[in-house]
């Protein structure tokens, strides 16, 4: 299983995550009479065809359709395994006789069970990595494959302090912890947001400004139309771990910052990639970082309010053999983290629909400010040619999984919108 965020505190914290995504969006708010201008007129392409998948690339969709569902079993059970076996009450023994003081005890109770955690997901990590490398998408040796798994173990003993502190709220406030524990969290969750563009990415690759180049202008032309223009673009070098592309938007405030794969830049045209770069755009002044953070934090108000009435119920019916004293003893996190895992399993498709509805609004604002419709058709083609992104996946995929719509719903979108009059575009701030 993932190490899980031991964080009662932070449940879907961090870049507001999970259930981060419960309600929708908002729309763009048009301020200018004038619609904006494309970037440079062009001719026109002739509008991309989308592939059929090979079987080959069929296989592939597949193979993560059947791992992440096993895999999400395999977790689940592992979580199990931990709190019935009473793993909790011995890794909680262990830590009381090596350190003193509820907060180190704490720490070291996290690292250790985080540990467990991380060797116990390893086969699924493992079997994500191989498929991978057999289809020739993994670029990185196994090497640093295992060394990025020790490092987001590490990285996440951050959160170990949330672990004592939810202990210590259950211990002050038996009835209104997971209130309290909420107000600790939405802080939290903010500053985690907004540093883990500058802290915690950089671990794994390397960002630089995007170089000055005809490409550069132009997007830094675009993000000014856009009301922008402070907006960082970057480059990562995420050719070392993969061949696939992608592009996205994260951050807060001054960490906000629009990053472009290395591979997308160099297997595209300028056009594809300054119409993914519009898109991105409309992530960035439609807020949706701050939306999902904050839906994010409303989200955990109604899970750790479900979470205070369910545990203690399961520590009084299991209490024996998990080996806690009490919802407030470090014995009974893997059962919180169980439960927690589950609810979180179980709105992962409200989470989905939230998503794409947001990458539709992202859609229609790129498209409204590039007028690259026919180029932004051809970059979403080359997904399923390169990536082997299924165009037309069964309904209950894209239902559970999807966070983005059908590749096919989407160039469609992206022709049809080709013939409609340019509409006006917000140039609110983000």
Do not use: C
């Amino acid at each position: 299983m993932r190490p899980p965020a031991l964080a009662l505190v932070l449940l879907l914290l961090s870049a507001g995550a999970a259930l981060a995504q419960g309600a929708s969006a908002p729309d763009s708010r048009p301020v200018r009479p004038a619609p904006p201008q494309p970037v440079a007129a062009r001719a026109v392409p002739a509008p991309p065809r989308i592939p059929e998948l090979t079987p080959r690339q069929r296989a592939y969709n597949h193979a993560w359709h059947m791992l992440y569902f096993a895999g999400t079993a395999w977790d689940l059970a592992g979580l199990a395994l931990l709190a019935f076996l009473g793993a909790g009450g011995r890794i909680r023994d262990l830590a009381e006789r090596r350190v003193r003081g509820s907060l180190l005890q704490a720490v070291l109770f996290y690292g250790v069970f985080t540990l467990l955690a991380t060797l116990w997901h390893l086969p699924v990590s493992l079997a994500g990595y191989g498929v991978e490398r057999a289809f020739g998408f993994a670029t990185h040796s196994p090497g640093l494959w295992l060394l990025d798994r020790g490092r987001a173990w590490a990285l996440g003993l951050v959160h170990a302090p949330a672990l004592w502190l939810a202990l210590l709220l259950m211990q002050r406030s038996p009835r209104r912890w997971w209130l309290w524990l909420w107000a600790a969290a939405v802080p939290w969750s903010l500053a985690l947001t907004v540093v883990y563009p500058v802290v915690f990415d950089p671990v794994y690759n390397r960002f630089v400004p995007l170089p000055d180049s005809p490409l550069r202008r132009r997007i830094d032309a675009l993000a000014q139309r856009a009301g922008i223009g402070g907006a960082q673009i970057l480059r990562v070098d995420i050719s070392r771990r993969t061949r696939k592309l992608n592009a996205y938007v994260s951050g807060l405030g001054p960490t906000r910052r629009i990053v472009l794969w290395d591979t997308t830049l160099e297997a595209l045209s300028d056009d594809e990639i300054l119409a993914i770069v519009g898109h991105e755009i409309g992530h960035y002044v439609l807020r949706h970082v701050w939306w999902s953070w904050l839906l994010g934090v409303v989200g955990a108000f109604g899970v750790l309010w479900m979470l205070s009435w369910i545990l203690p119920w399961a520590v009084r019916r299991w209490g024996g053999r998990l080996g806690a004293r009490g919802i407030d003893d470090l014995a009974a996190v893997p059962m919180a983290l169980f439960l927690l895992s589950l609810v979180l399993f179980l709105q992962t498709p409200l989470e989905r629909a939230i998503s794409r509805a947001q990458e539709r609004q992202a859609d229609r604002y790129g498209l409204e400010l590039t007028g690259l419709n026919t180029a932004m058709a051809r970059a979403l083609a080359a997904f399923v040619e390169r990536d082997y992104a299924d165009p037309d996946p069964h309904p209950f995929i894209v239902f559970w999984l999807y966070s983005h719509p059908p590749i096919r719903e989407r160039v469609a979108f992206a022709l049809e919108y080709g013939n409609r009059p340019t509409a006006q575009t917000s140039r609110s701030g983000s």
